[in-house]
């Protein structure tokens, strides 16, 4: 194929969905069809997992991406969301236990992204992606960048672009009342990064979702007086530890008095707004931009993955999903999309009118989930349908019995969770029991964790 009528790619963030995507083109061998460029505006890869001191904004002025804090372990097996081809004993030269620290996720994902294969030629750091448009006329993207160290812009064209930036990373705010004079420090999670700065401390937690029950527990364990977690819809109802308690949502504050609906108050030293985030893509032009807020199928997204409503099918949205399989639905999404885009998936889609309603099925489906086990079952479909397409593994979704043991595992003690066993799914080998419960480990190294020499 000659070099002008090569298609070129533009993937958005490398992250662990923005590198499956880059994996995956490289594992086609398709070079010889694509040019895929990548920008990242961190100095490495990693999205999220990137562990940074720094809140607010970069040392560019850009605002922080990264919101993971000290002492963070997965909260899912990671046998849920192993890959296939590149497991965690592969990786590690050993079986290690289910529930790794965030280092250890890290490093293995960086073991399948440079195992055999070299995605760093692919992606420009500190690089930041400002505004995306498409023309109707020439059916291209105009992608303006920032390269943050030498503070030039350009822009470049492309025939496809994918939008790989995250949904974990504006926080979602809400004003309480009187919360602007109450006396002590508050913070959204997305800028927490160490529980032992909250020693001592009488904390209030906002929200009842995975944040909440992880701060609760996390600041419980390094020394935090007591925590009580203020809930809107419905409290997690968990068999908390003496310390941690559930309270209907705060009406207001006086001093560092906390009121809540059930009448009752407390004194409260702290307060961490653990209330989610919000979808943002500012940088694409009105017209390409995805409205939506959490949801496991956001709507007009043909397969969870085509936007359909702008860029006439050459536009993707990749891990907007909210996520239990993470890094294999990545995996399985981003193989779907680069044969989407080689043109080689099976079942095409004949139509627009016949992708839309696939896309609103899907949500309303999404839109009747009320359980855990719904979520669990539905994940497992999306990435079941996704797979029938393009001959990703089919043992991929037998991870769905593993997330209901799970879940039952955190209703029975939601402190040693952690500390239990799973089974690969692709080796056959149970995991190893941690060195230390959960509950005691403070050492998030790889090396405590491996327990390597
Ligand atoms: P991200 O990891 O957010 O990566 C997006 C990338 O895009 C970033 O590198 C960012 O710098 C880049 N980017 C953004 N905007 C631009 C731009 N304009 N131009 C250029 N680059 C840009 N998942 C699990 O499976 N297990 C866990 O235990 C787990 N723990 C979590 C804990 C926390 C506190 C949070 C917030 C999330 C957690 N997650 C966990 C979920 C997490 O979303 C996924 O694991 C994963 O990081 C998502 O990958 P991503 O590539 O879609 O997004
Ligand atoms: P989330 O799941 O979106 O939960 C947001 C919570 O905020 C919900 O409980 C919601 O309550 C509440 N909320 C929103 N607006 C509110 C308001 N105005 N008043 C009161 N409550 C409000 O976000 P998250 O918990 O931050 O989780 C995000 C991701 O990070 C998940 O993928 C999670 O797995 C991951 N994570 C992982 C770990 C780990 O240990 N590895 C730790 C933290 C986070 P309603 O139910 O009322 O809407």
Redesign the pocket.
């Known amino acids: 194929m000659n070099m002008a009528n090569k298609k070129k790619v533009c993937v958005i963030g490398a992250g662990p969905s923005g590198m499956a995507a880059l994996w995956n083109f490289s594992k086609l061998k398709s070079g010889n069809d694509v040019d895929v460029v990548c920008y990242e505006k961190q100095k490495s890869w990693g999205g999220?997992w990137n562990y940074s001191w720094r809140t607010g904004t970069d040392g560019y002025g850009e605002p922080c991406h990264a919101g993971?804090?000290k002492h963070?372990?997965?909260?899912?097996p990671k046998e849920c969301l192993e890959f296939p081809d590149y497991t965690f004993e592969k990786h590690f030269g050993k079986a290690i236990p289910s529930y790794p620290p965030?280092p250890v996720i890290k490093d293995y994902l960086e073991g399948r992204w440079t195992s055999n294969v070299d995605l760093r030629p692919y992606i420009k750091f500190n690089t930041v992606v400002r505004h995306v448009e498409y023309n109707d006329l020439d059916k291209k993207f105009i992608v303006e960048i920032t390269n943050l160290e030498t503070d030039q812009s350009s822009k470049e064209t492309f025939d496809y672009v994918i939008v790989a930036t995250g949904?974990?990373n504006v926080p979602?705010v809400?004003d309480?009342p009187g919360i602007d004079t109450f006396e002590g420090t508050i913070q959204h999670?997305?800028n927490f990064r160490d529980a032992k700065e909250f020693k001592g401390q009488r904390l209030l937690i906002?929200?009842?979702?995975?944040?909440?029950?992880?701060?609760a527990l996390?600041c419980l364990k390094f020394g935090a007086k007591s925590v009580v977690c203020?809930?809107?819809?419905?409290p997690?109802g968990f068999n908390w530890p003496k310390g941690i308690e559930e309270r209907p949502?705060?009406q207001k504050f006086d001093g560092n008095v906390a009121y809540f609906k059930d009448g009752s108050n407390a004194e409260i030293d702290a307060v961490i707004?653990?209330?989610?985030?919000k979808y943002s893509f500012p940088f694409m032009e009105g017209k390409l931009r995805l409205q939506s807020s959490?949801s496991m199928f956001p709507d007009n997204l043909y397969k969870g993955s085509v936007y359909l409503l702008g860029g006439n099918n050459q536009l993707f949205y990749m891990g907007i999903q909210?996520?239990?399989y993470?890094f294999t639905m990545f995996d399985v999404q981003a193989l779907w999309i680069c044969k989407y885009i080689l043109r080689n998936i099976s079942n095409e889609p004949k139509s627009l009118s016949e992708m839309k309603s696939n896309a609103q099925r899907w949500c309303q489906n999404c839109s009747e989930l009320k359980k855990c086990h719904d979520e669990i079952d539905f994940q497992t479909k999306f990435i079941a349908d996704l797979s029938k397409d393009v001959g990703y593994y089919p043992d991929a979704t037998k991870a769905r019995e593993m997330f209901y043991t799970w879940e039952h595992d955190k209703e029975k003690n939601i402190v040693t969770y952690r500390d239990q066993c799973f089974t690969s799914i692709y080796t056959g080998t149970k995991s190893p029991r941690p060195t230390a419960p959960w509950w005691q480990a403070k050492d998030d190294s790889i090396k405590a964790f491996v327990n390597k020499k």
């Open positions: 999220l993971m804090y963070l372990w997965s909260n899912g965030r949904i974990f979602n809400p309480l999670v997305h906002v929200g009842a979702s995975y944040s909440a029950e992880d701060l996390q203020t809930w809107r819809t419905k997690m949502l705060v707004f653990c209330t989610g985030y959490l909210d996520q239990l993470s």
